[in-house]
């Protein structure tokens, strides 16, 4: 393929090496290993250079470069400086590039580097900046000033800062290019009506942003399921229960509650687990299945144990809820803890914290507990 197309541009050969070598500072071997034949033909970059370098099919690199050529040549080069300036990585330029070649078609100074400054100036950081446009390339085809920063505004009605703007974009990038921003607003407005606190609304839109930004009539439903189930507006589970019942229909409802009768849950049981913490209804059928498992039948633990700490349904089975439980076993047939300790008294604290209350407090006692430990997280 590349003979063919090489022989098809010989006679422009001249023409693209000239404008591709003014492309020189992003397209070098330096971090991407690019050949050194495709690189350089006669002492000068052609068109394989955009191929080689950023994954480009011929065909796309040939009309980009026949774009490029009635472009003012240093164009891409400003293009690139710019997004070097703002944290991108020649690998970042590369993905960028692959996944919207016109970029180097940018006005750099009139449409790129505004927006670059705008995003910095709510609170990206040059780290964040490359990794979320190239998330979301539709972001530099957007106006600014009739696009990008009208729904920005919106989004900072619904919050207290930009800090939560730029977690609501990092969460969910596809809410801001849809316009759904009325839906957003209308919503919101429910929520405050209700005299829902805007710590609690804040968390709902800068995590749940698909929950937010949904059509009102389905959004407004749910707010009527979560208040018939009795959760109280003023505390942040009412919007944790939102977000889940927004997304649940009943069929769904009735199919996880079913996981749980299965191990002898009753639905009234399922419901006080619910209100304490919503989110372990949405939990899949095999995590249940397999966490209940070892709860129930290899540690033999009864239904009201595990619901007064529903935290431990959504730890990891291997790395977190075995492992502990051993040592602690450990501890209850040595006499060293008691054997009534509560599942949230060693569950529901920091790794750093359990090492240091159940194992390295009782090294002297049991020295191989460390041991134990380690084992059962390695197996």
């Known amino acids: 393929m590349h003979h063919f197309l090489f022989a098809r541009l010989t006679t422009r050969t001249l023409h693209y090496s000239v404008l591709l070598h003014n492309v020189t500072p992003f397209f070098t071997s330096r971090t991407l290993s690019v050949s050194s034949t495709n690189h350089r ?3 000068t970059f052609n068109v394989f250079s955009l191929i080689n370098s950023c994954g480009l099919s011929p065909e796309v690199a040939l009309k980009l470069s026949r774009r490029l050529e009635l472009k003012n040549p240093d164009g891409p080069n400003a293009v690139i400086e710019i997004l070097r300036n703002y944290g991108f990585s020649d690998t970042q330029l590369c993905s960028l590039v692959k996944k919207i070649p016109l970029v180097l078609l940018s006005k750099p100074e009139k449409t790129l580097l505004p927006k670059l400054k705008f995003f910095l100036s709510i609170g990206f950081s040059t780290t964040d900046l490359p990794r979320f446009l190239i998330g979301n390339t539709t972001f530099l085809g957007l106006s600014l000033h009739k696009t990008i920063i009208p729904r920005y505004q919106i989004i900072k009605s619904l919050v207290h800062s930009d800090k939560e703007v730029v977690s609501t974009l990092k969460n969910d990038r596809r809410y801001f290019n849809r316009w759904m921003s009325i839906d957003a607003v209308r919503n919101v407005g429910t929520l405050r009506h209700l005299g829902v606190p805007q710590r609690s609304i804040s968390l709902l839109v800068t995590n749940f942003p698909s929950v937010t930004f949904m059509e009102h009539s389905r959004f407004f439903e749910a707010v009527e399921k979560v208040k018939v189930t009795g959760f109280d507006p003023l505390k942040s589970n009412f919007v944790l229960a939102l977000q889940v019942l927004a997304k649940m229909n009943e069929a769904m409802w009735e199919s996880k509650l079913m996981v749980f009768e299965k191990w002898g849950w009753s639905r009234d049981i399922c419901l006080l687990v619910f209100k304490k913490h919503p989110q372990f209804i ?18 033999g633990l009864p239904v009201e144990n595990i619901a007064g700490c529903p935290e431990v ?6 790395k977190t809820v075995m492992p502990r439980f051993a040592v602690v076993e450990i501890l209850k047939s040595r006499g060293l803890i008691k054997r009534d300790s509560k599942i949230s008294s060693f569950i ?13 407090r009782f090294l002297k006692n049991e020295p191989l507990l460390l041991d134990a430990y380690r084992g059962q997280k390695s197996n």
Request: glycine share 2%; with cysteine; net charge positive.
């Open 41 to 43: 033909k006669d002492g």
């Open 282 to 299: 949405m939990l899949s059928e095999e995590k249940i299945m397999k966490i209940l498992n070892f709860l129930m039948k290899d540690i």
């Open 313 to 318: 349904l959504k730890c990891n089975l291997e």
């Open 348 to 360: 529901k604290i920091s790794e750093k914290m359990f090492l240091e209350k159940y194992v390295i």
